[in-house]
């Protein structure tokens, strides 16, 4: 019986992925030819004093960040917000109103604090982005200029070159990494005190005769 609904669940996400890959794919293509478009349609002359590496990093990114959100909103979003509601619901029946307050109230703090700080963040990704686009103008312009690199005899300069961006876009990235570290601890810190208020409410009513220790209903608003 655990084989069937094991071989049941992952027939069901590999159908799942096969058909969101038809999705996000031609979402990619739709986006990544009206950013080429787009391009075609500016002017000569900035394009001309534009990085064709920077460039073609800014769309790639776009394209790649057009699954994630699309597959983070069908696959992650939209069904835990209905699991919330449902468990809302049944939290609300059995440990009462009080115990469905606060599991809310942490769903508000939790969605209000990584908006505001995912917002801070954002000036620190935005950095870590224009180094990466810098890096990559680096590389691709210092290959495409590789006989006049050569005919000057510029390797080691070109080196020293695309390793200070290198350096820069390491630190940025170092960055990032932090701050993401800081926001799950920050979201640890709200789910954990949830945990902590929900216990306390369900402990002040076992004491106070409206739950009886033991009860399924305890533990269904514990757990």
């Not at 293509?29 to 394009?47: E, K, N, V």
């Not at 990559?136 to 020293?160: M, P, T, W």
């Not at 902590?196 to 106070?208: N, Q």
Request: aromatic share 8%; with cysteine.
């Amino acid at each position: 019986m655990v084989l069937r609904a094991r071989s049941g669940l992952e027939a069901f996400n590999e159908l799942r992925s096969a058909l969101f890959a038809t999705v996000s794919q031609s979402s990619c293509r739709a986006l990544a030819r009206r950013s080429f478009q787009h391009l075609h349609s500016l002017d000569a002359s900035y394009l001309l004093s534009s990085k064709p590496g920077a460039l073609n990093v800014v769309v790639n990114r776009a394209t790649k960040s057009l699954t994630q959100v699309l597959n983070m909103l069908l696959f992650n979003v939209m069904p835990i917000a209905v699991e919330c509601a449902m468990a809302l619901g049944v939290m609300a029946t059995l440990a009462g109103p009080g115990c469905a307050l606060a599991a809310f109230n942490t769903l508000l703090a939790y969605v209000a604090f990584t908006t505001w700080f995912s917002n801070h963040r954002r000036e620190i990704m935005k950095r870590a982005n224009r180094a990466e686009e810098d890096a990559s103008a680096v590389f691709y312009d210092s290959l495409a200029n590789c006989e006049i690199v050569k005919y000057f005899q510029g390797e080691a300069h070109e080196i020293r070159r695309y390793d200070t961006a290198l350096a820069r876009y390491e630190a940025e990235q170092v960055s990032v990494l932090h701050s993401l570290a800081k926001l799950n601890f920050g979201q640890s810190v709200i789910v954990v005190s949830s945990f902590t208020s929900i216990l306390a409410l369900t402990s002040l009513r076992v004491l106070s005769g409206q739950l009886p220790a033991g009860s399924h209903k305890v533990e269904s608003c514990c757990f």
